[in-house]
């Protein structure tokens, strides 16, 4: 008689999506006898909460061993939450056998930022985590990187998220909350058990801007809904800011396709001021891995100051990852966008708002507005208004500062801007005077990858030898987004706001924030959140702090029509920053549209300089009124 019996692999749990922690296994006898060359059937539901098999359906079939021992390959739950049996059987067995399984609905989410850490130093940091709908914390991956200075994880295996819980505060701005994570790296955190804490800001359910806000590091980034393809492919734009080997600054940007595991047709552009200096133009290939579990892989193949660069990447969907380079010796962190499947020209550049600024090492920023023309031509011309300070050349262009020049773009995205630096009537940006822009599908929304509304744009990183003080500009990047709507009257309703400072008040540190809150038309902008100052560079008691308030009266500048300041006494920006009154900030904004804007601190004393977005906030949308109802969106559930 033949039976067959379920071995220790029953019952098991997995958040939808991921493998479950142990394959399937049976032992199959006849007459009491261990039977090998059994053919042995797995079933799962064939709708529902289920999962499925290494082959990608929910059968499978395997042959018993000598032992009479038949394992399933490792099976992964799929994305409906829920109890369910997978049953299996042999032939000859009076009935099959039942392995109990248990899908965790949870959204998972792709994280990425870049600050100063407890060493003073750079550091980057992207991941994969996922949390159930009550907000706790399942699992995850992460790679932080600050080049050396004693905090980084493990290569090739990174660190594992063990745990932790997403909590929205009652009384807290809508989707302001935080998110603790337990890794297995216990150089990190305060109490160097491992503990993270970050500040999340939601904009929408699938889209949050994200401080690090514990007091051990701070830095600015964002985290998204994250959708896993099977494989990466096509045509993608990048650009990274970090250091190199030598503790500097340094950026780099271009262009790539993937293949399956191949990477041709790269193009990279690198900016090192200690190293290589600047390089353009250069071309690499390399390998790419498939994406684990969480959307994790490798990148190999690219140079940059004459060494390999070793990058992961985290899938935030097939159109958007991020990379971060995990070297020993060197770090930086950025994104890759899909180009999408057409070709470019110079009139793939319209009307747009650029930003861009360097990091903690090498502190300047810029932010501006354009129009084009002669796109025909080759190079086509631009014209616009830009603001930049530069605190570390001691260079701050004038209010406004009108700006020109050509720019070129090639088929394949990967092109350059290069400002006028000799008309009288143009003052320029000071050092700033070159960037190289690389393309992207004209679908995506760079600040928010799974927004059904794009424009695309390109990456951006600054590309300067410093022609005015003999200073280069390494470290900065930044993106292009297209201008579709200036009007004032659509600069109103919710906003949830970002800022990255970098400063010299006392220490040449970095502080940054998230917000929410109201622009009401022709009116102030309120907006109430979190601040992570773990240098205490605006003078308060505390590394992190809550319910501090932001306040200024953007004025709408008439003659450019899309710009707006809030500098000089009442329109400044007031500050409350750990319930003491704190530094007035001159800003000036441009609007890309009513829905995304981007603001910086040009202070023309050169004691700080911070960029960041604001972008719209759709009302009743947040993930913070649905988790206090227990009831936080499920993976999958409401994804584009």
């Known amino acids: ?165 997403l909590t929205f505060p ?5 989707g302001q909350g935080t998110l603790t994570l337990k890794t297995n790296n216990t150089t990190l955190g305060v109490n160097a058990d491992g503990t993270e804490v970050f500040g999340v800001q939601f904009v929408n359910p699938n889209h949050a801007l994200i401080v690090q806000f514990d007091g051990f590091a701070t830095s600015s980034g964002s985290m998204d809904v994250q959708t896993l393809p099977s494989t990466l492919n096509g045509a993608y734009a990048f650009a990274l800011s970090g250091l190199d080997s030598s503790f500097t600054p340094v950026s780099f940007g271009g262009v790539l396709s993937v293949n399956g595991t191949s990477i041709s047709n790269g193009i990279v552009d690198i900016n090192d001021a200690e190293d290589l200096g600047l390089t353009t133009g250069t071309a690499f290939s390399g390998k790419i891995s498939a994406p684990d579990a969480f959307g994790r892989g490798t990148i190999k193949g690219l140079r940059v100051a004459g060494a390999p660069v070793l990058l992961n990447y985290y899938v935030v969907g097939p159109k958007a990852i991020r990379l971060i380079d995990v070297d020993a010796s060197d770090s930086a962190v950025g994104s890759a966008f899909s180009q999408g499947t057409g070709t470019f020209s110079n009139a793939s550049l319209g009307p747009s708002v650029f930003a861009i600024a360097g990091n903690q090492l090498f502190q300047f920023g810029a932010l501006g507005q354009f ?112 201008q579709t709507d200036v009007a004032t009257a659509d600069f109103a309703g919710n906003y949830v706001a970002g800022w990255q400072n970098f400063n010299n008040m006392g220490c040449g540190c970095e502080f940054d924030m998230i917000a929410q809150g109201t622009m009401v038309a022709n009116g102030p902008l309120s907006l109430t959140g979190l601040v992570s100052d773990p240098f205490f560079s605006n003078g308060t008691a505390d590394a992190t702090s809550s319910a501090n308030t932001f306040v200024g009266a953007p004025l709408a500048d008439t003659n450019h029509p899309g710009r707006y300041t809030m500098t000089s006494g009442k329109t400044a920006v007031a500050t409350v920053i750990d319930g003491s009154a704190g530094p007035k900030f001159d800003m000036v904004l441009y609007q890309a549209s009513g829905t995304q804007l981007f603001w910086l601190d040009r202070d023309a004393s050169l004691t700080t ?26 993976r999958g559930a409401t994804r584009p």
């Not at 053919?39 to 042959?63: C, K």
């Not at 009652?170 to 809508?174: A, Q």
Request: cysteine-free; aromatic content about 6%.
């Open 609 to 634: 300089v911070s960029l960041g977005p604001l972008e719209q906030q759709p009302s009743g949308t947040t993930p913070a009124a649905r988790n206090r109802a227990g009831r936080l969106q499920r």
């Open 371 to 482: 129009t084009t023309s002669n796109t025909s031509s080759s190079p086509a011309g631009f014209s616009g208004v830009a603001d930049e300070s530069e605190p570390v050349n001691g260079v701050v262009a004038p209010l406004a500062s009108k700006i020109n020049g050509t720019y070129s773009i090639g088929n394949n995205g990967y092109g350059s801007l290069t400002f006028n630096t000799t008309n009288p009537n143009y003052p320029g940006l000071g050092d700033i005077t070159s960037f190289g822009i690389y393309m992207t599908d004209p679908t995506l929304n760079l600040n928010d990858p799974n927004s059904k509304t794009g424009g695309g744009g390109a990456l951006v990183v600054d590309l300067d030898g410093g022609e005015l003080t003999g200073i280069p500009l390494p470290g900065g990047a930044g993106v292009i987004i297209p």
């Open 170 to 174: 009652s009384g807290s701005p809508s």
């Open 1 to 165: 008689m033949v039976g067959i019996t379920a071995n220790n692999s029953s019952p098991q749990s997995a958040p939808s999506g991921k493998p479950f922690p142990s394959s399937l296994s049976v032992t199959v006898t006849t007459s009491g006898v261990r039977t090998g060359g059994e053919r042995v059937t797995f079933t799962a539901p064939a709708s529902g909460p289920s999962g499925t098999f290494a082959n990608g359906t929910s059968t499978e079939s395997d042959i018993t061993d000598s032992d009479g021992v038949a394992t399933s390959s490792p099976f992964t739950a799929n994305e409906v939450g829920g109890n369910y049996m997978v049953m299996a059987g042999v032939q000859g067995a009076p009935s099959p056998v039942s392995f109990k399984l248990t899908n965790i609905a949870v959204t998972s989410y792709s994280f990425y930022m870049s600050g100063q850490d407890a060493s003073f130093n750079f550091y980057a940091l992207a991941g994969s985590v996922a949390i159930d709908p009550t907000g706790n914390v399942i699992a995850g991956e992460q790679d932080y990187n600050d080049g050396g200075a004693g905090f980084a994880s493990p290569e090739p295996a990174g660190d594992t998220i063990t745990g932790g819980t």
